[in-house]
């Protein structure tokens, strides 16, 4: 019977020492039974087969490892059926934000001799006029430099401003009688542009504008400013005088403009709105338009830039304007082609009558 004995224990002791290694790295209760086996192996090994308790602890042994074998094997095959689970949810996908539209503002530095910008000098000037908050972006050309909210960018041109656009703006210069002598000889130009979110004021990016200009006039020859759209042409000695508290920054980039019809009319209308995606002012009146249409035109225009509010198309201007006239939508009766705001005497009907005498 020895070989009986020796073959059942060698049976058990080998089951159960392969369970209790692989339940022992599973981290598994089963490992306690696989131990048991294995104790109660090596004890029937010890007393014998020639006494009962060593055939009884052999086969004790036995039973404890099938047990062991039998739990694990329905235990696997409970876990082992696919779970049905829900499928997961894939995100939403958030959708992007719209770019935010942008407002751009531009005028031209008039050189008197070629010359090159350099991104460092015109940083430097900026920092010394007290934009410490300013960065240069980009050095070369063009040049890009950053205040908050606004990029400024310099654009040089080596030849002078087409004709046409000059004289246009040198026939408004009524305030600078001398404007054709300074800009006649100009050799060439910086187009001077600055950008910003629709969420920045008007006023803030003519203001960073201008002090770009101040900043470049510091150490480039510059012998004027241009705002083409408004026809404006500045003096580089008035660029600090602009920047001063409670300076008029609509009067930088607008201009009041009269035009006699053969009849003996007048059209006056302002010009500068255009260039910000507003509609101008334009009115109609039989004779000179005298200073009271030129304050109503400039008071509307500066509402305009400040709120960007429209009026309501054919109804009379709102009781702060004590006037009579009326709003309609129109064109420029003169260039450039734009949207205008035209003020008409009339009734609410639409049915316009003489404009203001």
């Known amino acids: 019977m020895l070989w009986l004995f020796v073959i059942l224990g060698l049976c058990v002791f080998t089951a159960a020492l392969f369970g209790f290694l692989i339940t022992l790295r599973a981290r598994s209760i089963q490992s306690g039974l696989h131990f048991v086996a294995l104790f109660l192996t090596g004890a029937a090994w010890m007393m014998g087969h020639q006494v009962s308790t060593g055939w009884t602890a052999v086969l004790v042994a036995g039973l404890v490892e099938v047990a062991a074998w039998f739990k694990a094997v329905t ?15 894939s995100p939403t996908p958030t959708p992007a934000a719209p ?61 002078p401003v087409p004709p046409a656009q000059l004289d246009y703006a040198l026939a408004q210069a009524f305030d600078w009688p001398e404007a054709a002598t300074h800009v006649k000889g100009h050799a060439a130009h910086i187009v001077i542009a600055s950008q910003a979110t629709d969420d920045v004021s008007r006023s803030d990016v003519v203001r960073q504008h201008l002090r770009a200009q101040v900043a470049l006039a510091e ?15 500045i003096a580089p000695g008035e660029l600090q005088r602009l920047m001063r ?4 920054i609509t009067g930088v980039c607008l201009s009041f403009r009269t035009f006699p019809e053969a009849d003996g009319s007048v059209v006056c209308d302002t010009a500068g709105l255009c260039a910000f995606g507003l509609p101008d002012v334009q009115m109609r009146t039989p ?19 400040g709120s960007g509010v429209e009026f309501v198309d054919g109804e009379k201007l709102p009781a702060r304007f004590e006037s009579d006239l009326h709003t309609y939508s129109s064109r420029a009766a003169f260039p450039p082609a734009r949207r205008v705001i035209e003020l008409r005497g009339g009734t609410p009907d639409n049915q316009p009558e003489s404009a203001i005498g």
Request: with cysteine; charged share 25%; hydrophobic share 40%.
């Open 287 to 305: 004779g000179d338009p005298g200073e009271a249409a030129a304050k109503l035109l400039y008071r509307i225009a500066e509402e305009l830039f």
């Open 219 to 233: 150490f480039a020859p510059i012998c004027a400013v241009l705002w083409s759209e408004a026809g404006r042409l």
């Open 75 to 89: 235990r696997d095959t409970h876990t082992s059926e696919p779970i049905q689970s829900m499928p997961a949810e």
């Open 99 to 159: 770019p935010k539209p942008l407002r751009t503002v531009s005028s031209i530095a008039l050189l008197r001799t070629r010359w090159q910008a350099t991104g460092e000098v015109f940083l430097a000037s900026l920092r010394r006029s007290g934009q410490r908050e300013a960065k240069l972006v980009t050095k070369g050309e063009p040049i890009r430099v950053e205040i908050g909210p606004v990029a400024i960018e310099l654009r040089m041109a080596g030849q």
């Open 245 to 248: 508290p409670g300076s008029n």
